[in-house]
């Protein structure tokens, strides 16, 4: 598969008046073309950071001493703020989570769509605001034509949201960035947004990184997961992996604090994350794991090999690590995963089928 | 949770409650638009809707930050637009009504010291006698809500948003009320720090005894913590009853399609999920719909001539449920 994007053994501090904050602490992962990749862990994990360190949007206090980021034999770390200007909005385009902030409530929204085109594409303005009415028209605005001249104040959430996405996808990005686009909305609106975005994808053959805490829209949205934790990535695998096969520990705790239908007791994840001012030495959610080894304390694990496209960060994967067993819920989720398997029609003659 | 909720002691009853903003004016909005439920003693009740739904606007109706357009409000059998603001009934009125608040972040005051902040409503009751029993009641409280007795005379920028939710929870819960709103609680909280702040507020309300107006837009969550279920829909009641009745056997297709939007952590239920959109409309046809009881504690919004369907639906639904059950 052609990789889109690739990150690779990527650090980022902070500078503050209390000393360095290691946002990011050695990163990899890679995008494939066409698919969606959504990274998931709590606030302040990285997650944001991450991906706007690929926008060439970190704070000025921000340093990356460590990586790299390649786009189309580039690299993004390396690359001029001319160079930036010229990927951002054109080739690589980012959806924000507020769409009351995110658009400018002074400039028609025709006119805000039609702007990325006038930068990049030297386009006339006629033919620009002609093909932003058909984008506005894309994401389902209603009767678009008219509306061009209007203002954000004068659209719903839900419809600025998908003002938002009529910006990102003018260009037809080759990478579409999403940060928590649908957690300000409704749980209604937010089922029509990630239709839309499913739809565009197919539609504009773009690749898509998908930000958010919401399991419920991972499940739905995502073809590969990632799981940040404190600065880290510490599980990455398909959709079914990560839901129905977890390996590490804080993957358990996220999906098993999610209620079901016939839990009893919710589990909490014990304490908080910690200060990334000081970063642990071994695995950073061992002091909240009750599977945690005496190694944990002492040596950050590496990435075991689950399957080719499965890794989890932690030494409960070593061969010599005691056999646990884990929560009830996961070994339901297991259960549940290879009675669909066992339903699927074999994979290679389906194809052969067609 | 009592089978025979008919029993129980109502603490809240609210009856044709209506509440209009910019009455007369060519921007009214009927916020609330005649809705009757009441809230057992004990009981958490939950109430979702979708944003405009007026949901928040009726938990802020029943602590009366607003006085009804029309209809009534009785907490204990008490007619609370009856009370006189700033007499010694609304002081007692606050003290047994307590809210927390949705955003961790704007509702502690900034500037203010936890043990401040935690003590604003002992010192505004008069529960404590002197600045040692003020500071014990403060720790007891930090050590129920879970947070540590150092953090008191700390300032919230300090504080996590869970932890900030911990402390908006131990104000609400110093002047020992009876009944509490919670708006959205954790609707601003990470995956994990969620469960963390439900199963506090379930632990505390066994032990004292306390009864939850519960808001949310998170269905799942709602049916969780929930004992019963409102659904409300443009300032109405569309859907009241238990809250796995109203989770897993719908009636009202607004209910069914509000459910269907729901994305849960399955990505096998989410391939085939379908959203159902509500279509509005089918409530154009000029008939007389209000909340009409389908079965004993079921309650659905109907017209008249609407409830042998729903009872049939009802019916339906529950003959699938005793097969499946049995197979």
Do not use: C
Request: net charge negative; charged share 25%; no cysteine.
């Amino acid at each position: 598969m052609e990789k889109v994007l690739d990150v690779k053994d990527l650090e980022i501090n902070f500078h503050t008046f209390a000393g360095d904050v290691k946002a990011i602490r050695d990163v990899s992962f890679h995008l494939n073309k066409g698919e969606t990749l959504a990274i998931v862990g709590e606030s302040g994990s990285g997650k944001s950071v991450t991906v706007r360190s690929i926008m060439g949007l970190l704070a000025k206090n921000s340093v990356i001493p460590k990586g790299s980021i390649n786009f189309k034999g580039k690299d993004l770390i390396k690359a001029s703020k001319k160079e930036m200007e010229e990927i951002r909005g054109n080739d690589i385009s980012m959806i924000f989570q507020d769409p009351m902030t995110s658009l400018d409530p002074t400039m028609p929204i025709g006119k805000q769509v039609a702007e990325p085109l006038l930068i990049h594409n030297q386009m006339s303005r006629s033919k620009a605001m002609e093909r932003a009415q058909e984008v506005l028209e894309l994401v389902g605005i209603p009767n678009a034509k008219n509306r061009m001249k209007d203002y954000p104040h004068q659209f719903s959430g839900g419809q600025r949201q998908r003002i938002v996405i009529a910006i990102a996808i003018v260009n037809y990005p080759e990478i579409l960035i999403a940060d928590e686009p649908t957690t300000a909305l409704d749980v209604t609106i937010q089922a029509q947004i990630i239709d839309l975005m499913k739809e565009l994808q197919s539609k504009i053959e773009t690749s898509i990184i998908f930000i958010t805490h919401d399991l419920g829209v991972v499940a739905g949205i995502a073809d590969r997961v990632a799981v940040m934790y404190a600065g880290k990535i510490i599980e990455y695998g398909t959709v079914d992996e990560i839901f129905y096969d977890p390996r590490h520990p804080y993957t358990w705790g996220l999906l098993n604090s999610m209620p079901t239908m016939d839990s009893k007791k919710l589990y909490a994840i014990p304490g908080t994350p910690p200060n990334l001012l000081e970063p642990p030495v071994g695995d950073a959610f061992a002091p909240r794991n009750e599977y945690a080894l005496a190694i944990d304390f002492e040596a950050m694990p590496p990435f075991f090999k689950v399957t080719d496209t499965h890794y989890a960060a932690t030494w409960l994967m070593h061969p010599d690590a005691p056999h646990i067993d884990p929560p009830a819920e996961i070994i339901r989720r297991r259960k549940q995963y290879e009675k669909y398997l066992k339903n699927q029609p074999v994979e290679g003659g389906a194809q052969l089928g067609n | 949770m009592a089978t025979n909720p008919e029993k129980r002691k109502k603490i809240v009853e609210v009856k044709h409650l209506k509440q209009y903003f910019n009455v007369g004016r060519k921007n009214e909005v009927r916020a609330i638009d005649d809705i009757s439920f009441d809230i057992y003693e004990g009981e958490t009740f939950g109430l979702v809707g979708e944003s405009g739904s007026g949901k928040s606007t009726t938990g802020r109706s029943i602590i009366r930050l607003y006085d009804p357009t029309d209809g009534e409000i009785l907490f204990n059998g008490r007619d609370i637009s009856k009370i006189k603001n700033h007499s010694a009934e609304m002081l007692e009125f606050r003290r047994e009504m307590q809210m927390i608040f949705q955003d961790p972040y704007a509702s502690l005051n900034p500037r203010m010291k936890i043990k401040d902040i935690i003590a604003e409503g002992l010192d505004i009751h008069h529960l404590v006698k002197n600045d040692q029993e003020r500071d014990a009641r403060v720790e007891e409280l930090l050590d129920l809500v879970g947070l540590n007795r150092d953090h008191m005379t700390r300032y919230p920028h300090e504080f996590s948003g869970g932890q900030r939710q911990r402390i908006g929870i131990a104000r609400a819960l110093a002047v020992k009320p009876r009944f509490i709103i919670a708006d959205e609680p954790i609707s601003a909280l990470d995956v994990s720090i969620q469960a963390q702040v439900v199963n506090l507020l379930e632990d505390i309300q066994k032990e004292q005894n306390l009864t939850y107006l519960f808001i949310a837009h998170d269905l799942s969550m709602v049916k969780y913590i929930s004992d019963r279920i409102a659904v409300m829909h443009n300032g109405r009641l569309m859907e009241l009853s238990t809250a796995d009745e109203v989770y897993n056997y719908p009636l009202h297709p607004y209910t069914s399609s509000l459910l269907s939007a729901v994305p849960l952590p399955d990505p096998e239920y989410e391939r085939k999920r379908k959203a159902q959109p509500y279509d509005a409309s089918i409530e154009d046809d000029s008939k007389d719909r209000y909340l009409q009881e389908i079965v004993p504690g079921h309650m659905v919004y109907a017209a008249d001539e609407e409830v042998k369907m729903y009872k049939e639906r009802y019916d339906k639904i529950h003959e699938k449920k005793t097969v499946s059950e049995t197979n």
